[in-house]
Antibody
Framework: EVQLVESGGGLVRPGGSLRLSCAAS????????MTWVRQAPGKGLEWVSY????????YYADSVKGRFTISRDNAKDSLYLQMHSLRAEDTAVYYCAREVQLGEWEVLDNWGQGTLVTVSS | DIQMTQSPSSLAASVGDGVTITCRAS??????LNWYQQKPGKAPELLIFAASNVQRGVPSRVRGSGSGTDFTLTISSLQPEDFATYYC?????????FGQGTRLEIK
């Protein structure tokens, strides 16, 4: 069974840093691209960042570019999101999701349960 | 970036009704459109990919259609478990933008 378990969320002051982790199991982690998606309280889904299977290609939403860094450790079956210079508007549940290619289509077929990041003084 | 606009933002219906949710892309995304369902306090789940392909385990009353810029998600004969929020997402170009969501409520 595919499992993605996020951790590392919590309360942080504006300007602070936090590192989120996503532990993967039940599948060959190194064979899948991964994505972070977030959801502010009571709001919709926002795509945040993507990383290729090897980690050589990464992409970010404009809202987090220059402040967040996505990375992965395939030996540890883990995905990370390092967040710096956090702002109140970064407050959200952060989900990691597995990206698969079904035919020629990219989809997020498995999601973790999410971890809440609250940025507040 | 591609903008995704869903309508309506909320919808009330009864068990047994049929509903249609629309999603419009700001540019041609061919068939690179996915639909997700999210229930309160839960992670989203994939329903439809490539505009009209139903994910395994999704009931046949759920259908997707469209291509280019205009897409629809149709759920016929609503069941209690269908009342949730639905999101479209383009997978044509990064960032893979989501629509703002459609909340389907029981009337």
């Amino acid at each position: 069974e595919v499992q993605l378990v996020e951790s590392g969320g919590g309360l942080v002051r504006p300007g602070g840093s936090l590192r989120l982790s996503c532990a993967a199991s039940g599948f060959s982690f190194r064979d899948y691209e991964m994505t972070w998606v977030r959801q502010a309280p009571g709001k919709g889904l926002e795509w945040v960042s993507y990383i290729s299977k090897s980690g050589s290609s990464v992409y970010y939403a404009d809202s987090v570019k220059g402040r967040f860094t996505i990375s992965r450790d395939n030996a540890k079956d883990s995905l990370y999101l390092q967040m710096h210079s956090l702002r109140a508007e970064d407050t959200a549940v952060y989900y990691c999701a597995r990206e698969v290619q079904l035919g020629e289509w990219e989809v997020l077929d498995n999601w973790g349960q999410g971890t809440l990041v609250t940025v507040s003084s | 970036d591609i903008q995704m606009t869903q309508s309506p933002s909320s919808l009330a219906a009864s068990v047994g009704d049929g509903v249609t949710i629309t999603c419009r892309a700001s540019q041609n995304i061919e068939r690179n459109l996915n639909w997700y369902q999210q229930k309160p306090g839960k992670a989203p789940e994939l329903l439809i990919f490539a505009a009209s392909n139903v994910q395994r385990g999704v009931p046949s009353r759920v259908r997707g259609s469209g291509s280019g810029t205009d897409f629809t998600l149709t759920i016929s004969s609503l069941q209690p478990e269908d009342f949730a929020t639905y999101y479209c997402q383009e997978s044509y170009s990064i960032p893979y933008t989501f629509g703002q969501g459609t909340r389907l409520e029981i009337k």
